[in-house]
């Protein structure tokens, strides 16, 4: 009996162990590592466009998730596997939160289109459809009906125009205003009474959208960091060119409105990925220096891409036009 006690007390103990070390989660702590890769010429779709090649364009993720003692020991030990400390923001409002995400999921996709018309030459095809709200003052209690995400599409009756956002503050304060909103794909009127307040007040984005049928389906991926690679899968079906040439691109970087790649985070990671699904090329924001008074993105890319002794080419941009560029005369 007494045996049986004591193989019970180890057994008890050994499965309290493997929990802790494998399922709890420390809190605020995070692991950081590679993520999945996903192909932009999958992930946008373009009516009339030529069939899909071999070659691909990568969109390159981080992994975050919450550790545990199992995952916080590889981190310790991989080299591309980073962990942080923090704290969360129990303050924050979910449904915000949620609508924020989805806000900058939109916007991205959105300045995607933007950018790959412009670049094509077929910005005439583009419609102005209204003013997506990217943020508010949450103090005021007069836009509490509003929702981050919301597409305004007329004020008093009046359909919006591309500067009415800069207008917007001043009618909020002036007297009650009517607006009709675009939420979830569906329209609603919203009632906004008199704000009596000075300072700030919300901001948003053009809304724009293209006679020419785009789907973009993000499956989980595309966040802002996608931008460049989806605006050249974009460019490339509505253009029918073949940029790729049979090869694995893979890539990184924001798409802004005036068209520049701009920095993210997690370059060591993405390289890695990149890598490890055997691209050809890893287009990466171009800004810093290599003395690392002001680091980032291609510097960083470059060193990674030594250490872990690539044959991928890490080519540094500033612009779409930059990768356009290369992708032709290295064809």
Do not use: W
Not at 148 to 153: A, F, Q
Not at 219 to 243: C, E, N, R, V, W
């Amino acid at each position: 009996m007494k045996r049986f006690s004591k193989y019970l007390v180890v057994a008890l103990l050994s499965v309290a162990v493997i929990y802790f070390a494998f399922f709890y989660r420390i809190p605020d702590l995070y692991i950081t590592k590679p993520g999945p890769v996903a192909d932009a010429m999958e992930m946008v779709s373009v009516a009339d466009s030529s069939p899909k090649s071999d070659s691909e364009i990568l969109v390159t993720t981080v992994k975050r998730k919450q550790g545990t003692v199992f995952t916080l020991i590889k981190a310790l030990i991989h080299p591309y596997q980073n962990f942080s400390k923090e704290t969360q923001n129990y303050e924050t409002v979910r449904q915000d939160s949620r609508d924020v995400q989805q806000a900058f999921m939109a916007n991205s996709k959105q300045t995607a289109v933007t950018e790959a018309f412009r670049l094509a030459e077929k910005e005439k095809e583009l419609d102005f459809i209204g003013i997506r709200i990217m943020n508010i003052n949450r103090d005021v209690q007069a836009l509490e009906s509003l929702r981050i995400n919301d597409v305004i599409l007329s004020i008093n009756g009046e359909k919006v125009s591309p500067n009415a956002l800069a207008k917007l503050p001043q009618k909020l304060r002036g007297a009650q205003t009517e607006l009709v909103v675009a939420r979830e794909g569906k329209k609603q009127e919203l009632s906004i009474p008199q704000v009596a307040r000075s300072g700030y007040l919300l901001n948003g984005v053009l809304a724009v959208t293209t006679n020419e049928p785009i789907r973009i389906n993000s499956k989980g991926f595309g966040g802002p960091s996608a931008g460049a690679m989806l605006t050249l899968s974009i460019y490339q079906q509505i253009t029918g060119q073949d940029l790729l040439n049979g090869r694995t691109v893979a890539g990184t970087g924001t798409i802004e409105a005036n068209g520049s790649v701009g920095l993210v985070g997690g370059i060591p990671q993405k390289v890695y990925a990149a890598h490890h699904s055997q691209a050809d090329i890893f287009f990466v924001p171009y800004l810093g220096n290599e003395e690392g008074t002001f680091s980032t993105n291609y510097f960083e890319a470059r060193k990674v891409a030594a250490d872990i002794q690539t044959e991928m080419k890490v080519v540094p941009v500033g612009d779409m036009t930059d990768i356009i560029e290369y992708l032709k005369v290295h064809a």
